[in-house]
């Protein structure tokens, strides 16, 4: 099946710093990624769709400056935390869809675990 | 009213046992329908898709019912390696293949 890898797994940091989460698709061309986030014991929330060389387009209730998303190429979006705050602690993860995929099927990153001091 | 809701949970039952979760979905206009599963700390993955003509893998049986906009799964003979949170998920026309997720049913088999 279609590969996704996401990276870190897992950072900590300082607050006000940002951190910078990779998704890089391994064996498709991924037109559309997404990012959500999930908090304890809750259902993921879907925070963005990105399509290659597009803008993203924000769920409501997201902030676009706080949330900077880049899908640049085919196989590379990255979701960067700007001045993270504690209450940004969660696990955000990425999924892709592309060329030559099952319609509507996703795959998914394995996450990344943020936690902000 | 949630666009995709779920059994509470958690569900903990012994090794053998059959175990249904249920799932409903506000919106008519849903397209596709599939159930995730999602083990602890780690991202979802894909179980399985849902058609109205009903659609069985092994132990896993899923239905789904258009009119009364429900989505079961049906697990027989559980096992240990089972235990995870399920996730009902589903897309609607027209909105770029984007996911709604359900907020998870957790299935504990002990035993």
């Known amino acids: 099946g279609a590969v996704v890898s996401q990276h870190p797994s897992w950072v900590i940091c300082k607050s006000g710093t940002s951190v910078k989460i990779e998704c890089r698709s391994l064996?498709?061309?991924?037109?559309?990624m997404f990012w959500y986030r999930q908090f304890p014991k809750k259902s993921l929330m879907l925070m963005a769709t990105s399509n290659e060389g597009s803008k993203a387009t924000y769920e409501q209730g997201v902030e676009k400056d706080k949330f900077l998303i880049n899908h640049a190429s085919l196989t590379l979006s990255t979701l960067t935390v700007t001045s993270a705050h504690p209450e940004d602690s969660s696990f955000y993860i990425c999924s892709a869809s592309g060329f030559g995929l099952a319609k509507n099927i996703q795959y998914f990153g394995a996450g990344t675990r943020l936690s902000v001091l | 009213r949630k666009e995709v809701e779920q059994d509470p949970g958690p569900f903990n039952v012994p090794e053998g046992a059959t175990v249904a979760f249920n799932c409903t979905y506000s919106?008519?206009?849903?397209?596709?329908f599939f159930w995730y599963r999602q083990d602890c700390r780690k991202e979802p993955k894909l179980l399985m898709s849902v058609y109205s003509s009903g659609n069985e893998d092994g132990r896993f049986t899923a239905q789904l019912n258009r009119a009364s906009q429900y989505i079961s799964l049906l697990i027989r003979d559980s096992k240990l390696s089972d235990s995870a949170t399920y996730l009902c998920v589903v897309t609607q026309y027209n909105q770029g293949g984007k996911l709604i997720f359900g907020q998870g049913t957790e299935l504990s088999v002990k035993p």
């Open positions: 064996d498709f061309q991924a037109t559309t």
């Open positions: 919106n008519s206009a849903s397209q596709s």
